[in-house]
């Protein structure tokens, strides 16, 4: 059984009043196994920050399930959602979502603050997971005194400090330069290398490249997908490429 399979899943948008609808989602199949590092591409308004939403159970699909690790979304209440996100789905946003007024130490320990975990609990993951990601030294500066890319690891401790099954980021990349950008996607390789899952929505075709598969979504629905296999990222850069070269042109599948 697959750790994360999205079936059939559609959504449709209607206006307030009912007259006009939208969907943003046709019929959405596809499924993750454990350990899986998957990117997701596609142009503006072909759904994927929607299909993102609905992975994380911030939106709910119109038809269709959502099963994760033998869960299926649709079947969590709403009163219980909030804690199954905070248990067992990590966060990775473009802009990183940081509290200012928190050092980052407090940014990362906030999810299990929220769980109500001792303190002597917290410092014990805090610190191993701070020096893994290289920010041990800069836990007690507050976000506006790092650069971007400490920032992002210092989001990318937030996410990962809770042990979650899933890890999404959406464009994790989009606010670093080159240099943080290269850091960052070495951090993701490294952290799925421990066998964790991750999920990364993103316009980057050098972020993409770092992942083991790519799955394009085109008109609401997934249109093709790469599996990296024994390709180099530069290859994987040019077969992604080309894939959005086809899809641009209106290319057949293949």
Known sequence: MSFLTVNNVKKV?????????????????????SGEYVAIMGESGSGKTTLLNILAAIDKPT??????????????????????????????FQDFNLL???????????????????YAEIQSRVAPLASRLGIADLLKKYPYEVSGGQKQRAAVARALITRPKL??????????????????????????????????????????ATAGRV??????E??????????TDEQMYQKITDTLTMLATGGENR
């Not at 979304?73 to 996100?85: G, N, P």
């Not at 799955?215 to 609401?220: A, P, Q, R, S, V």
């Open 63 to 92: 038809s269709g399930s959502v099963v994760l690790d033998g869960k299926e979304l649709s079947a969590i209440s709403e009163s219980a959602m909030a804690d199954y996100r905070l248990k067992n789905l990590g966060f990775v």
């Open 167 to 208: 890890l999404l980021a959406d464009e994790p990349t989009g606010a670093l330069d080159s240099r943080a950008t290269e850091e960052l996607l070495r951090l993701f390789g490294g952290i799925n290398h421990t066998g964790q899952t991750i999920l990364m929505v993103t316009h980057s075709v050098r972020a993409a």
């Open 100 to 118: 200012d007024t928190f050092s980052l130490e407090d940014n990362i320990s906030l999810p299990l603050v929220l769980s109500g975990v001792k």
């Open 13 to 33: 948008y209607t206006t307030r009043f009912g007259g006009a609808s939208v969907t943003a989602l046709k019929s959405v199949n596809f499924e993750v196994e």
């Open 222 to 231: 997934v249109y093709h997908q790469i599996y990296k296999g024994d390709m």
């Open 215 to 220: 799955l394009f979504i085109k008109d609401g």
